[in-house]
């Protein structure tokens, strides 16, 4: 009897778990449809950023842009492409 009762605990556990779940993903679309953000603001100013991609295809390096625009290197990689690969000189013979 007394694993039937844990099991029943268990079972309400897991449905309060889904229905928390189901509530939270619910709020999200509300919001989203308000046109509201979703999630932590970004900490990077978006002149810096224009400016950050701006330096990256002008061909600078990561290094070099963390010096010239302040964001982080770990930012850089996270919000930037990645560059194209170029194709090998002499591969189109």
Do not use: C, W
């Not at 009762?5 to 229905?19: C, D, N, S, T």
């Amino acid at each position: 009897m007394s694993q039937l009762a844990v099991v029943m605990l268990a079972l309400f556990g897991q449905m309060e778990r889904i229905y928390s779940l189901e509530r939270a993903a619910h709020a999200r679309a509300v919001a989203m449809s308000k046109g509201r953000r979703i999630g932590r603001p970004s900490v990077v100013d978006p002149t810096k950023l224009a400016y950050a991609d701006h330096l990256r295809n002008a061909g600078h390096t990561i290094p070099d842009i963390v010096s010239k625009t302040g964001i982080t290197k770990s930012s850089l990689y996270r919000i930037l492409p990645p560059r194209r690969a170029d194709p090998a000189p002499g591969a189109d013979e």
